[in-house]
């Protein structure tokens, strides 16, 4: 497959996917007049139409890059998808399978047989076939490992072994190790006899005889140190290295506060394993940030933008029946002080503001707590002065807007009592938010939950629950008479 070499822009993107849409639709009205046609022929005819449809899209797709490919699948319906898909799959092989979301090649998959999903995994690396591991059928993964001889076999089993959250399952086995003995012109004497390096290749690993990391060699210090020079005398001790086991959410800080490309990964023995590079960490970021707005949202990474409309239905179920339960809950509240409502029409005006505004605090608060626990910046040593930062940030925003909203109360209404109620419910909801926006990341923390899922429709329930009994609350004792 051949690639453009250049950067494409969204708007590129976008004309390519019209471009392929509006074929589509042409090879549609050119089948449907087919079939209107007369019988004679018509199986050698439709034959021909087939080839020419798949002709017609291999040569748009030949001179994209993969992961542009499966931008446009990714933007397509499922019955245009597949149409595409199965006209363009043999010539990409697995980089597409590998460039698109989890949900569309689930899509994508589920039309292969176990023999086409075994010749194109043949064309991948073990850490590649690792990646699409989790979607591929038993039947179709005993294939593949049969076809893999026994280096690939041992290299995948040991990617898979890890966890998805684990530095191991992101290695891949890319990588030229050394010996320190060595001096540099026989060095690059052997990367000449290699012919290429592999890619994101900045550093070559220096190894003892029993494979344990004493230090790396950077390819800038290769060319530029005289070749007679031996790799004991120019290689760097200090270096960063990652254990299989150590979490991938600490080696991309590494990687971000290091600027690094690759490293190493070791065993507890400190045995090379195999390397990280910067192109898995980013792809993990990159999935990690969007499968949280997904959860903030309540929706699952699982979900297709075009799968069946049953499938997205349950998807998003969950978090709209917890909707549902804390909306009830607001409405008992107000139905407890529908009588003070009744006598002082002018609350129920003011009721959304007090919710509103805690809902708010409260949403600052949880993304900078859960922002800095993703961040690791949130410790047993300082979650304290954190706390008690943030509860003295609350009780002067509190203070602030309680006056702001009781002025302009005071100058709407020109009624002391009742801008004097807005103040306190305000200054106290606003604490309440401050304090649930704090608790609920920190506690889903502690016991080793995602920080993220379900915070901020929780918080906004309870803001809303809490800001309308409050303000409710003090208008009955100092308002109604």
């Keep these: ?15 390519q996917l019209q471009e392929v849409i509006t074929l589509l639709e042409k090879q549609q009205l050119e089948k449907s007049l087919v079939q209107r046609g007369p ?47 199965d006209a363009i799959h043999t010539l990409h092989d697995g980089q597409v399978l590998l460039e698109v979301s989890d949900a569309v090649r689930q899509t994508l998959i589920s039309g292969m047989e176990p023999e086409e999903l075994a010749t194109v995994a043949g064309k991948l690396d073990a850490d590649e076939i690792a990646d699409l591991a989790a979607d591929i059928p038993k039947r179709a993964m005993l294939k593949i490992l049969r076809s893999l001889n026994s280096k690939e076999r041992k290299h995948l089993n040991a990617i898979l072994a890890y966890q998805e959250n684990q530095v191991g399952a992101l290695m891949d086995f890319g990588m030229i190790t050394i010996r320190d ?21 900045d550093k070559l690993f220096v190894v003892d005889q029993l494979d344990r990391v004493q230090g790396i060699l950077p390819l800038q210090r290769l060319l530029t140190h005289p070749p007679s020079r031996y790799v004991a005398d120019v290689m760097v001790t200090d270096f960063v290295k990652f254990q ?26 400190g045995k090379l394993q195999g390397r990280l590079c910067v192109d898995s960490i980013l792809d993990f970021i990159r999935e990690q940030s969007d499968e949280e707005l997904l959860i903030q949202a309540g929706v699952g990474e699982e979900e297709d933008l075009f799968s069946s409309v049953w499938k997205s239905a349950k998807n998003r179920w969950g978090w709209l ?92 209404y020109q009624d002391i009592a009742l801008s004097v109620v807005m103040t306190m419910a305000m200054f106290i909801n606003l604490l309440v938010a401050v304090v649930v926006g704090l608790g609920i990341p920190l506690l889903r923390h502690k016991y080793g939950k995602d920080p993220a899922v379900g915070t901020s429709i929780i918080l ?12 409710l609350g003090l208008a009955s004792l100092f308002l109604i008479k």
Excluded at 51 to 71: C, G, M, N, V, Y
């Design 1 to 15: 497959m051949q690639s453009s070499g250049k950067l494409h822009s969204a708007q590129f993107l976008q004309h």
């Design 39 to 85: 019988a004679t022929n018509y199986e050698l005819v439709e034959t021909m139409l087939h080839k020419q449809h798949q002709t017609r899209l291999q040569e748009k797709f030949a001179l994209l890059h993969p992961a542009d490919i499966a931008s446009i699948l990714e933007s397509l319906p499922l019955d245009q998808r597949k149409t595409v898909w």
């Design 181 to 201: 003995d060595l001096n540099l012109k026989a060095i690059i004497a052997y990367i000449r006899k290699l012919g290429k390096l592999p890619s994101h290749t």
């Design 244 to 269: 299989v086991d150590q979490s991938t959410i600490e080696a991309a800080r590494a990687f971000e506060r290091y600027d690094l490309i690759t490293a190493p990964v070791v065993d507890n023995e």
């Design 321 to 412: 029946l917890i909707n549902v339960g804390t909306a009830f809950a607001s409405t008992r509240i107000i139905g407890l002080f529908e009588d003070i409502i009744l006598q002082l029409v002018t609350l129920a005006s003011l009721m959304p503001i007090i919710a509103a505004m805690g809902g708010n605090s409260g949403n600052q608060t949880s993304m900078l707590i859960i922002r800095s626990l993703a961040l690791g910046q949130v410790t047993p040593a300082n979650v304290h002065r954190l706390i008690k930062k943030e509860l003295t940030l609350a009780v002067l925003n509190g203070l602030f807007i309680g006056l702001v909203i009781g002025l302009l109360s005071m100058l709407l």
């Design 460 to 471: 906004t329930a309870i803001t809303d629950s809490m800001g309308f009994f409050i303000f």
